[in-house]
């Protein structure tokens, strides 16, 4: 019964605005919360409450309303979670296989058995009949996994280099600490649902996710054949750990010249102890980007083509 009532909410109501439609969830979500929180725990279950609020909030916005981009980006996010939504009211799946552009879905805990949500990307022609590289991507602090793929700008960049991409949730506030698992849950399964041949794997992370990115390599850094650091830096205490295990590893390191939360002087620091350490480091700044992944799109795109491609760049314009 919660399932039809749902799809009539989702799909039937055809007048309703998008915000109305997530308020409408987010009060069927409310009233089986308790149910809710024993498929996904109880400690996120409301996360994914609030993400329903939080987006008919910005939709509302009249800022929202103005700015093309930004509407995009939301109602697109808006949609994801609203599937993330709908698929733990009725407890019900989406194979992974199965999503085609952007989606949702949910990969079972190898650590307590819960079903916790990733954020997908797979190219609209894709077939098992030929492999195409994967990225497991690593959102910022506060952020949603839905926010990585909801974006056109970051479709388009997966879809002109033929990527299969996976945001896992993971449910550390901070640095994904106790979630580690939940990153390597989601790209078993990733695995197991896509063709992607092992030497073409990468580890990407944004902001806080770019900080994180080299202590969840370092649990199995043979699985990557690339990091890429967006707005992040390597942690102090991992550095020698990096260095002495990760020789056989590609890095790619982004950073906007105006970033005010991660200085751009630590992505820099980070890219030369990489080189003098002898490792394979590309280096990008982009010129007046800031802490926003929009904003660095364009070094984006081009560090993400050099990845694929093998191509490692003389850091910092040598």
Known sequence: MVCVVLLGLATGAVAASLPQRLRAVADAYYAHAPAIATITNRYSAMDFYQRLLDDAGTLSDPAT???PVRLQIVQAQAQLDLSLA????????VPMQSIRGAGETFVRSSQD????????YVPQNYTRNGGLPLVIFLHGRLQPESQLVAPLFMQ????????????????????F???ESDVYDAYDAAVKAFATPPARRYLIGFSMGAVSVFKIALMHADDWSALMSIAGALPNNEQYSVVSAMHNTRFYVITGDRDAIVAPTNSIATA???????????????TDGTHSL???????QRAWSDMLRGVVRPPLGE
């Not at 058995?113 to 997908?120: D, F, I, K, S």
């Not at 997966?158 to 901070?174: F, S």
């Open 294 to 300: 929009y904003s660095l799109r364009t070094v984006v």
């Open 113 to 120: 058995g819960t079903m916790q949500p990733v954020a997908v």
């Open 177 to 179: 600490a106790g979630s």
């Open 272 to 286: 030369k102890l990489l080189r003098n350490a002898g490792l394979a480091i590309s280096f990008y700044e982009q």
């Open 86 to 93: 709908q698929q733990l009211l009725s407890n019900t799946f």
């Open 65 to 67: 309303q103005q700015s």
């Open 156 to 175: 388009e960049i997966a879809a002109k280099n033929d990527t299969i991409v996976v945001a896992p949730y993971g449910r550390g506030y901070y640095d």
